[in-house]
């Protein structure tokens, strides 16, 4: 069974920066796609980014593109999502997921749906506030 463990959440000031990983153990680290979702308080769960494990194409969410940048280190199973320029509005919980392999092909946007997904961290908290 695949746990992923998210850290680097915390307090920060509008227009920091603040560095979230998302680090896979644990069974057969198989995996097809990694992303990240969100949710604030009161709302639901909703996409940030995306990353193919084995391509390394990315995908964002609108009101994070420019700022916000997914990468991946295989040979570390670790996922890293880079924020910068935060904003109050980027306050939440911050998910990271995997997607794991299923055979067809696919446009990176279809990666959106958290339905995609098949594994989920617990969340780390990010706190956009002066």
């Known amino acids: 069974q695949v746990q992923l463990v998210e850290s680097g959440g915390g307090l920060v000031q509008p227009g920091g920066s603040l560095k979230l990983s998302c680090t896979a153990s644990g069974g057969t680290f198989d995996n097809d796609a990694m992303g990240w979702f969100r949710q604030a308080p009161g709302k639901e769960r909703a996409f940030v980014a995306t990353i193919t494990w084995s391509g390394g194409n990315t995908y964002y969410a609108d009101s994070v593109q420019g700022r916000f940048t997914i990468s991946r280190d295989t040979a570390k199973s670790t996922t890293y999502l880079q924020m910068n320029g935060l904003k109050a509005e980027d306050t939440g919980v911050y998910y990271c997921?995997?997607?794991?392999?299923?055979?067809?092909?696919?446009?990176?946007?279809?990666?959106?749906?958290?339905?995609?997904?098949?594994?989920w961290g617990q969340g780390t908290q990010v706190t956009v506030s002066s």
């Open positions: 997921a995997q997607r794991r392999p299923r055979g067809g092909a696919y446009p990176i946007t279809w990666l959106t749906g958290i339905d995609r997904y098949h594994y």
